[in-house]
């Protein structure tokens, strides 16, 4: 309540400086003088000494607790006695917890509300929200963060958030394997033909084929992506400055490879669990044996390629959108720093979709490559023959199968892992950022 108070004072004040300039500049030359600037001051004061006098009720040319409380009531925060004193004590030169104009006029310039640091640590870990694809531009932490351990809680957190939001949406993501592989001309799957021909194969529970080693996933790929983006941070020098957004793209990019180079593995057989039959596989372990004695090692980075490119357009875009959304609402709404729960999740939808959008017809060519042995294919094709045939067999909209249950699960994702994000943090006694 009392951080609250702080940030409503400011609304009990007069009008900012940038709000009565227009009165102050009668010529409208767009310049202030100094004689217009005596006016601002003058004006400024008088009411100032309006505000108080409307909040002092005894008229005892100050504000006590009880005045102030009720103040803010009437605004509609309601606070307890002792926060009222404790927000009164902050701004009190003269120990008498009691304000006039002056202090209140002294304690306007001393705290400010554009807290530029704090405005960049809420946007920083905003990028944690998790849709269920590879975020490629790992979480970025202060060195207070990281002494205090803070870091390790906010990735935990993350981590089990996205735990969370992809067992929430794995249906639609299995929907969307079916239909990456399956869908053609001839075999045109919609969500509903889709979902019903999977409850027919397996019942309920085979929605949720390939969501555990999904899961399973997460937690060495934030922590490989994690340190190897702070030891590229290192090696470009940047240890102890923020990243510009280029040197960020890079890292991020690289950060990106070395983790999903490693865990690549896990992502075939997720597809493989997604797109078993019932019966086919007694579980993850039996299904990476099948798989190594008829396919060999190989089979375990078919499609790696395609993976790897789409890194690329995927980390670069979703980061330029996002950056340039940001940076659009701090211009326009800078005198907030809280952007607020819908402006963040309108930001990260936005530019995760574009993101995707870009890289989904490597997304898709990759997925096939995976389910080759699955459906019978050639072991042997390559991308860029895939594409071709892709093109040439079902047009440019084959490359975008399974886009729309891709799509339908970004909003639900996002929403669920913000919830269970802020749910994780405050169990595990994340400060406020």
């Known amino acids: 309540n009392v951080s609250l108070v702080y940030e409503i004072l400011p609304n009990l004040a007069p009008p900012a400086f940038s709000e009565t300039l227009k009165k102050s500049e009668p010529d409208g030359d767009g310049q202030l003088d100094f004689e217009e600037f005596v006016h601002y001051l003058q004006d400024y004061e008088k009411d100032l000494k309006l505000v108080v006098k409307s909040v002092d009720k005894r008229n005892a040319d100050g504000i006590n607790s009880n005045e102030f409380a009720k103040s803010l009531c009437d605004l509609g925060v309601r606070v307890s006695l002792k926060d009222a004193e404790k927000v009164l004590q902050s701004m009190d030169k003269n120990g008498m917890i009691t304000i006039n104009s002056k202090d209140w006029n002294n304690y306007s310039t001393v705290e400010k509300t554009e807290n530029i640091p704090e405005i960049i640590l809420y946007w920083k870990h905003s990028t944690i929200f998790d849709v269920g694809e590879n975020l490629m531009v790992p979480d970025e932490f202060s060195a207070e963060e990281k002494q205090t351990g803070m870091w390790w809680?906010?990735?935990?957190?993350?981590?089990?958030?996205?735990?969370?939001?992809?067992?929430?949406?794995?249906?639609?993501?299995?929907?969307?394997?079916?239909?990456?592989?399956?869908?053609?001309?001839?075999?045109?799957?919609?969500?509903?033909?889709?979902?019903?021909?999977?409850?027919?194969?397996?019942?309920?529970?085979?929605?949720?084929?390939?969501?555990?080693?999904?899961?399973?996933?997460?937690?060495?790929?934030?922590?490989?992506?994690?340190?190897?983006?702070?030891?590229?941070?290192?090696?470009?020098?940047?240890?102890?400055?923020?990243?510009?957004?280029?040197?960020?793209?890079?890292?991020?990019?690289?950060?990106?490879?070395?983790?999903?180079?490693?865990?690549?593995?896990?992502?075939?057989?997720?597809?493989?669990?997604?797109l078993r039959k019932t019966g086919q596989y007694a579980g993850v372990m039996d299904c990476a044996k099948m798989m190594f004695r008829k396919e060999g090692l190989r089979a375990f980075y078919k499609g790696y390629?395609?993976?790897?490119?789409?890194?690329?357009?995927?980390?670069?875009?979703?980061?330029?959108?996002?950056?340039?959304?940001?940076?659009?609402?701090?211009?326009?709404?800078?005198?907030?720093?809280?952007?607020?729960?819908?402006?963040?999740?309108?930001?990260?939808?936005?530019?995760?979709?574009?993101?995707?959008?870009?890289?989904?017809?490597?997304?898709?060519?990759?997925?096939?490559?995976?389910?080759?042995?699955?459906?019978?294919?050639?072991?042997?094709?390559?991308?860029?023959?895939?594409?071709?045939?892709?093109?040439?067999?079902?047009?440019?909209?084959?490359?975008?199968?399974?886009?729309?249950?891709?799509?339908?699960?970004?909003?639900?994702?996002?929403?669920?892992?913000?919830?269970?994000?802020?749910?994780?943090?405050?169990?595990l006694g994340v400060t406020s950022r």
Not at 163 to 183: E, F, H, I, N
Not at 391 to 406: D, F, I, K, Q, S
């Open 153 to 274: 809680r906010h990735l935990v957190s993350g981590g089990g958030a996205g735990a969370v939001s992809r067992t929430c949406t794995a249906p639609l993501d299995r929907l969307k394997v079916m239909m990456q592989v399956y869908g053609s001309r001839t075999n045109n799957m919609c969500i509903m033909s889709g979902l019903m021909q999977m409850v027919r194969d397996g019942g309920v529970r085979s929605l949720w084929r390939g969501n555990g080693i999904n899961i399973f996933k997460i937690a060495p790929e934030l922590a490989l992506k994690f340190t190897a983006y702070e030891q590229i941070k290192r090696a470009m020098g940047s240890n102890n400055q923020t990243l510009s957004i280029l040197e960020r793209f890079a890292a991020g990019s690289l950060a990106g490879v070395i983790a999903q180079s490693t865990i690549y593995p896990m992502e075939v057989l997720k597809t493989r669990l997604a």
């Open 305 to 427: 390629v395609p993976n790897m490119l789409g890194i690329i357009p995927y980390a670069g875009i979703d980061l330029a959108v996002y950056e340039t959304l940001k940076n659009t609402y701090l211009q326009r709404y800078s005198t907030s720093t809280d952007p607020g729960v819908g402006v963040l999740l309108a930001c990260g939808t936005i530019s995760s979709t574009c993101g995707q959008l870009a890289s989904y017809p490597l997304a898709l060519i990759r997925t096939r490559m995976q389910a080759q042995a699955v459906t019978g294919g050639s072991n042997h094709v390559t991308m860029s023959g895939l594409f071709r045939h892709i093109v040439h067999t079902e047009g440019l909209t084959g490359l975008y199968r399974g886009l729309a249950p891709n799509f339908l699960k970004v909003i639900p994702a996002v929403s669920i892992s913000y919830v269970v994000y802020e749910r994780i943090k405050t169990q």
